[in-house]
């Protein structure tokens, strides 16, 4: 069982002077703690599960390459890149940029996006849902193009694209992984069973065992093999110091029983770095024999 840890919020203490100091350490402790992957939300404003829009919120990708280079091992990504807030082309090349500078570690999340209050906020377009769906799936098409090194012209319905050229190429082979987040079980399961290497929804163990399920039905469907999707469930974690170490792992032991392959989610407290240093001796070793 992998554990992957999302940091969802910058209010930390010391305000906006101190957080770049301080997301550094979280990433190294993160990084030694044994973590498999480091997430940031591609978020413009805090979303509302967290605090108020005007809470600290850093974009996306220019986090990632600040962590690359104080990380060493853990795979990164964004939890996930709403499809609306960038073209494409320029999205691959990011993503692409990250894997290069991180020495292959970079992962595209990536889903349909739901919040229209930041798109509006700063003046990004945002379609209605069905546009929103076509856009992911040529999105995919676009990023498996792009990483296959084939520059042919794309034409969709949506992206047109006359020379998609990815110079310098990822360094992850194949190419870096896709992740596709949400639990949609008639249109996003079908993209994952089609387009992805992994996927990450919301839910408990019941929910688990039902998207599961039905992801089985799209990938069978597809041709796809079940089995080579990397499985994930968003999962907060709050350690207590230590006090809820044993409820965590029957946690796990369950999901993983339920068949996922891993889980990714926020730490309480993660800027105190304590609890990563609790999850990294107490829990992760425990999870990876699961």
């Known amino acids: 069982m992998k554990l992957g840890l999302q940091i969802p919020y910058f209010t930390w203490e010391g ?24 997430w940031v939300m591609d978020h413009l404003f805090q979303i509302g599960a967290v605090g ?80 929103r769906f076509e856009r992911l799936e040529e999105t995919l098409r676009i990023a498996r193009q792009m990483w296959s090194g084939d520059d042919a012209p794309f034409e969709g319905r949506h992206y047109r694209l006359g020379r998609p050229l990815n110079s310098p190429p990822a360094l992850s082979a194949p190419r870096p992984p896709i992740l596709i987040g949400g639990g949609g079980e008639r249109k996003t399961l079908r993209l994952v069973a089609r387009y992805a290497d992994a996927c990450n929804f919301f839910g408990d163990v019941a929910v ?28 907060p974690m709050d350690v207590a110091g230590g006090a809820n170490v044993g409820p965590v792992l029957d946690m796990l032991a369950a999901l993983r029983e339920a068949g996922l392959d891993g889980v990714i989610g926020s730490l309480a407290r993660v800027e105190d770095l304590d609890p990563i240093r609790i999850v990294g001796e107490r829990i992760i070793p425990q999870a990876a024999e699961l």
């Not at 073209?87 to 992962?107: C, E, F, I, M, N």
């Not at 599961?212 to 999707?229: K, M, N, S």
């Open 52 to 131: 108020p829009p005007e809470l600290e919120m850093l974009e996306a990708y220019t986090t990632l390459g600040f962590l690359a280079g104080h990380t060493s091992r853990v795979r990164l990504g964004a939890l996930v890149t709403g499809v609306v807030y960038r073209h494409p082309g320029v999205l691959v090349k990011q993503v692409t940029t990250l894997d290069v500078l991180s020495g292959g570690r970079a992962v595209l999340g990536i889903g349909a996006a739901w919040n229209e209050a930041e798109c509006d906020g700063l003046g990004v377009p945002f379609p209605g849902l069905g546009e």
């Open 15 to 38: 305000g906006p002077a101190r957080l770049g100091s301080r997301l550094a350490e979280i990433g190294r402790a993160a990084d030694d703690a044994g973590y498999d992957s480091l």
């Open 208 to 235: 688990a065992r039902r998207k599961l399920a039905i992801l089985r039905e799209h990938c069978e469907a597809e041709g796809t093999d079940y089995d080579a999707i990397e499985k994930t469930l968003y999962l």
